[in-house]
Nanobody
Framework: QVQLVESGGGLVQAGGSLRLSCAAS????????MGWFRQGPGKERVLVADISWTGDSAYYADSVKGRFTISRDNAKNTVYLQMNSLKPEDTAEYYC????????????WGQGTQVTVSS
């Protein structure tokens, strides 16, 4: 079992920045690919970014490429999402998730943290 707890959400003006954190407990954090998802009002949950076990490889959705950066600190069992140049359309509930590998589903989810970007 892996328990995930997100933090760092809040209200920010367009153009601003936020850093989300996701702290993991339980089994070995470095054994999991970590992802950040978001679900906007009336929308489906979508993958925003993910990062490999060691942090040497990352994926970004086109909508956030160049503005968001995912990183992880395996010593602290934490994954981060640095969000810059925020836009109102980034408003969503943000979730972190964990999966053992790229061909397996995300098995573990956090409870989410709300990000609201005002125009």
């Amino acid at each position: 079992q892996v328990q995930l707890v997100e933090s760092g959400g809040g209200l920010v003006q367009a153009g601003g920045s936020l850093r989300l954190s996701c702290a993991a407990s339980g089994r070995t954090f470095s054994s999991y690919v970590m992802g950040w998802f978001r679900q906007g009002p009336g929308k489906e949950r979508v993958l925003v970014a993910d990062i490999s076990w060691t942090g040497d490889s990352a994926y970004y959705a086109d909508s956030v490429k160049g503005r968001f950066t995912i990183s992880r600190d395996n010593a602290k069992n934490t994954v981060y999402l640095q969000m810059n140049s925020l836009k109102p359309e980034d408003t969503a509930e943000y979730y972190c998730a964990a999966r053992p590998g790229y061909t397996t589903p995300y098995d573990y989810w956090g409870q989410g943290t709300q990000v609201t970007v005002s125009s």
